[in-house]
């Protein structure tokens, strides 16, 4: 048995090899957040659009003030005003952050730098210069100038940018749709009465929540109950409408676990059943054309594990993003011992000094999982680490 097993490494590489990218496609700004950008975007305006006030506080002409030392006050621009204004000579306007400089001044003075004497306006700031306190037109960016390169990553920054720039619709590659078959007789729907011999299904929470983390929304929940004509016919639907069919559960050895079969009558290919692992020994992998299948084992935590170490760098492959799990070693803050052979995934927290692994590893338990910020990588041959010994971690995404 052992000897069909993947190793953890090989498992990531062909899962990644068989992730393709989908193809670009318009989406409305506020739905392409976490999207990488199929285009270049080239501002078609200066933004600013007029040289705008950067305080609360006067406006005048830097040249006139140095010649007169006094200027008279008059009238007032608000943010949002559109009025025609232009300064008249020796003049000095009320002004507030965001308005429009006008025509005739060039600098604008913080209100606290400042002492009104009949209606004059008198400068007590020994620092300023021509062009204080003005953002000047098209200092953020110019009309024609590469605001964002493609392949950029859409944060809530970049999405403000251009929504900043006046963009509204945007190229990016998508993320890939998402269903969930979850299958098992004994699973209840939490809210219900938990009945004798049941659990209360809770994989298809964790996923979306998972998923949800990674911008995918609109994510499709089917139950299967255990049969292979039902779990055969769940996928076949769930096929329909997906790049990716997460299944959970059914995927062991036992008498009720038709997901590998039940995939093979879909006209799925199987590229690995079993990763040399745990938890998630029993995770199951195929493809239909460009279409993913993930089989995961029912228990909580592999679900979990398996997701954060394999499905999360595929869906970031898939949507043109380069980064995975962040990895990096920590010294391990208690010793530990296990067999060799299989490679472990510990829930581990990691302080910002040292990581430690949680108690409560058992893969049907996520009460550890839920405290932990990373996975501790314990590679297959190792079977003891000591207190002190570096350790690789996966951080958790937060
Ligand atoms: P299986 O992989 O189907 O043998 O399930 C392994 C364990 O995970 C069993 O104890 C199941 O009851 C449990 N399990 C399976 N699916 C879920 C689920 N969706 N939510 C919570 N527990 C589950
Ligand atoms: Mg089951």
């Given at each position: 048995m052992a000897?069909?097993?993947?190793?953890?490494?090989?498992?990531k590489k062909v899962i990644l090899k068989h992730a393709a990218v989908l193809p670009p496609a318009r989406f409305a700004l506020q739905q392409a957040a976490g999207m990488v950008l199929a285009e270049q975007i080239v501002s078609s305006l200066n933004i600013p659009a007029y040289p705008q006030s950067s305080m609360d506080g006067y406006a005048f002409s830097f040249r006139e003030w140095k010649e007169h030392k006094s200027l008279k006050i008059d009238g007032e621009l608000a943010a949002g005003s559109n009025e025609t204004f232009?300064?008249?000579?020796?003049?000095?306007?009320?002004?507030?952050?965001?308005?429009?400089?006008?025509?005739?001044?060039?600098?604008?003075?913080?209100?606290e730098k400042i002492k009104i004497d009949n209606d004059c306006l008198v400068i007590e700031d020994e620092n300023i210069l021509s062009g204080s306190n003005v953002r000047a037109t098209g200092s953020e960016i110019k009309a024609g100038e590469l605001a964002l390169a493609k392949d950029t990553l859409l944060t809530p920054a970049a999405i403000g940018f251009l929504a900043g720039i006046?963009?509204?619709?945007?190229?990016?590659?998508?993320l890939p749709a998402v269903s969930i078959i979850v299958t098992g007789n004994e699973l209840q729907t939490p809210g219900q009465p938990l009945l004798q011999g049941q659990v209360y299904e809770s994989n298809s929470f964790s996923l979306q929540a998972a998923l949800k983390q990674l911008h995918i929304t609109a994510t499709k929940v089917f139950k299967a109950e255990d049969t292979l004509e039902t779990v055969t016919r769940v996928i076949e639907e769930a096929l329909l409408q997906s790049d990716i069919v997460f299944l959970s559960g059914g995927v062991s050895v036992g008498n009720y676990d038709f997901v590998a079969e039940a995939a093979s009558q879909n006209g799925i290919e199987k590229i690995f059943h079993k990763i040399k692992q745990r938890p998630g020994k029993p995770f199951?992998?195929?493809?239909?054309?460009?279409?993913?299948?993930?089989?995961?084992?029912?228990?909580?935590?592999?679900?979990?594990?398996?997701?954060?170490?394999?499905?999360?760098?595929?869906?970031?492959?898939?949507g043109k993003q380069n980064s995975a799990l962040l990895a990096m070693q920590a010294p391990l803050a208690k010793p530990f011992k296990k067999a060799a052979g299989l490679t472990?995934?510990?829930?581990?927290?990691?302080?910002?000094?040292?990581?430690?692994?949680?108690?409560?590893?058992?893969?049907?338990?996520?009460?550890?999982?839920?405290?932990?910020?990373?996975?501790?990588?314990?590679d297959e041959e190792i079977t003891t680490r000591e207190k002190g010994d570096m350790v690789e971690i996966h951080l958790l995404p937060v």
């Open positions: 000897a069909e097993m993947i190793s953890v490494d090989d498992a232009t300064l008249p000579p020796n003049n000095a306007v009320r002004i507030f952050t965001g308005a429009p400089v006008p025509p005739g001044a060039d600098t604008v003075v913080m209100q006046g963009i509204t619709e945007v190229l990016v590659y998508p199951y992998f195929g493809k239909k054309g460009n279409k993913l299948i993930f089989g995961l084992p029912g228990n909580p935590a592999s679900v979990l594990t398996c997701f954060y170490e394999y499905i999360e760098p595929a869906i970031k492959k898939i472990h995934f510990l829930k581990g927290f990691y302080d910002g000094k040292i990581v430690t692994a949680l108690n409560a590893q058992e893969s049907y338990r996520l009460s550890s999982f839920a405290n932990a910020n990373c996975l501790i990588k314990i």
